[in-house]
Each structure stands twice: as C-alpha cells, then as structure tokens.
C-alpha cells in the first residue's frame, strides 16, 4: 500500500490510532508450487521474500510447501494441498489489541503462536466451515478435510480450544485440546473428547508439519559445503611458489644500515666495553731522603 503525502498522510496518522494497524508476514520457505491469491482473486506465484498480508490466500499444491513469518513473530507453516486465508490481521501496540483470524478452507497448518491472547480482548482463532478453534499462544496443527467436512486439531504446546459450527453459524459445545493431544469436529456436532497421542506419532506429526529443507536439499547444500571446504583446504595446502632468481651485484652484497621508521624511537648502539686504561706510574725522587714514591693514578673499573 502506497502512502499518500498531504491531507491523506494526515488521515493516516489519525486512523492509525483510532484502528489497529493491519500486520503483514513475509514468505521464508516455498517449496515447490505455491501461489497466493488477493482480494481480487488475481493469483502470482509465491516467492521466498514475497510479503503476504490481509484478504491474502496461501494455496499449496501436493508436495508443495510455504512458511510465513509474520511481522508480529508468530509462524504459519502450510503444508501441502492446502488453501489458508488471513481473513485478519491486527497489532494495535497503542492499545495492546491483537485480533486474528484465518480461514482454512482445505488442507493442514502449523501454527506456532509465539503473541500471547486472552481469549476476549485479544483472539487469534483458526476457522473451518465446520468448527473454530482459538488459541492463547500454543503450537498446533490445524486440520480441515473438504470430503468429510472434519475439523482436526493437534497440539504441540500449549493448549487450545475448539468448538463446532452450527449450520445457522452459532458456536456449540467446545473441548480443550492440551499438549500432546488431539480431537476431531464433524458438522453439527459436538467436538470429539480429546485424546492423548503416543509420542512416536506426536514426533512424527511435529517434524511432518513444518516447512523446512529437504533431506535431499540439505544432503546437496552439505556436499556443496564439503566441497568449497576442501577447495580452501587444497589452496592453504598449496605448496609455495619457488622464488625467481635474478642477477646480483656489488651492491647486494655489501651491508647496508636499514632506514629506522618514520616516529620509531631510534635503536641504541650495541655497548661496547671501553678499553682498559693501563695506569700511568710518575716516580718523585725525594733528594733529602734519597726515597723514591710512586704516584698512581686511580682509574675506575
């Protein structure tokens, strides 16, 4: 959205408080045919970097994969065969209000809730055409299968509630799906009991939802590494170049005083004993006496 200079700049600051600011997130993985759909029902192909945001639909083919980060840190991993709408998006940081919603028409998501809701002022819920589901700040696969019109939910942190649709749109009866749970809503009818997962499904459920590398992909990055790795090692293992050889003169071999560097503290001399003074001795003939004396002179060590 181009901001406009002037009065409507003006609006804009103005509404900016009276509203929450709509939030945007931004395309991290696309793994294989991914295509996202505006308001207007124009579809373009998704791109790793592209911005996605209000009224936007995320559609992922079989085998194709998209991780949103959105601008507020929550996480939205769309699995394959997917079709999941962020019907709203809004973080008021004036107010603290936080309002979200997204439509799974079909497929799967991972959601990794890193804001905190309460429920009432503040919502983040996952909607299917047959039931709703609403979450504090959680980690949770979301469900919906278009053939049998079941809502699904599994939970990974956290928990969440999930309630059924009723054809005139009112919400029935609602269970809460903990940690290491799951539950199933079929149209008109109450959400089933949730029940406890053993850990090798949750494991395999947990690695399975989040759009990432593949093996493949990470065995070709590991081998390109492994590659420039040993690149580099051949070059600093390289044996030096021989040293050319070139004519000498007189010059070259005799010895030369090295310039000292510009502000370097000239270097002393080596020291060099003095040479020892041999004594000098003056004899005084005394003539009354007939004695001589001797005079020497003292010279330090």
């Known amino acids: 959205m181009k901001m406009l200079l002037g009065v409507s700049a003006v609006l804009s600051l103005v509404s900016a408080t009276a509203w929450a600011e709509p939030m945007y997130g931004v395309l991290m993985v696309v793994k ?14 998704a791109k790793v970097g592209g911005k996605v945001g209000e009224g936007d639909t995320v559609i992922t083919a079989a085998d194709s994969r998209a991780k949103i980060v959105m601008s507020d840190r929550n996480v939205i991993n769309v699995n394959p065969d997917t079709q999941i709408q962020i019907a709203k998006y809004e973080n ?7 309002n979200v919603e997204m439509n799974l028409l079909q497929g799967k998501v991972r959601n990794n809730v890193e804001q905190t809701y309460d429920g009432e002022k503040n919502k983040f819920l996952i909607k299917t055409p047959t039931a709703v589901a609403g979450v504090r700040g959680t980690q949770f696969l979301a469900g919906f299968d278009i053939k049998t019109k079941m809502t699904s939910i599994v939970t990974f942190k956290g928990a969440v509630t999930l309630a059924s649709v ?13 940690k290491g749970q799951m539950t199933t809503a079929a ?9 406890n997962l053993p850990k090798e499904d949750m494991k395999k459920m947990d690695g399975e939802s989040v759009a990432s590398m593949s093996t493949k992909d990470q065995k070709t990055e590991s ?36 310039p000292a560097a510009v502000g370097a503290t000239p270097t002393p001399p080596p020291s060099v004993a003095p040479p020892k003074i041999q004594p000098t001795v003056t004899p005084i003939q005394n003539r009354n006496t007939n004695t001589k004396l001797n005079i020497v002179p003292i010279v330090p060590n």
């Open 223 to 258: 081998g390109e590494q492994k590659r420039d790795m040993a690149s580099e090692g051949e070059a600093k293992t390289a044996p030096p170049e021989e040293p050319k050889m070139r004519m000498t003169d007189k010059g070259d071999l005799d010895p030369k005083p090295i």
């Open 92 to 98: 008021d940081a004036a107010s603290g209000k936080k």
């Open 32 to 45: 294989g045919s991914v295509k996202v759909q505006n308001v207007n029902k124009q579809l373009t192909e």
């Open 166 to 178: 009723g054809a005139n749109g009112t919400l029935g009866p609602s269970v809460t799906v903990k």
């Open 187 to 195: 149209p008109d009818k109450a959400p089933e009991p949730p029940k």
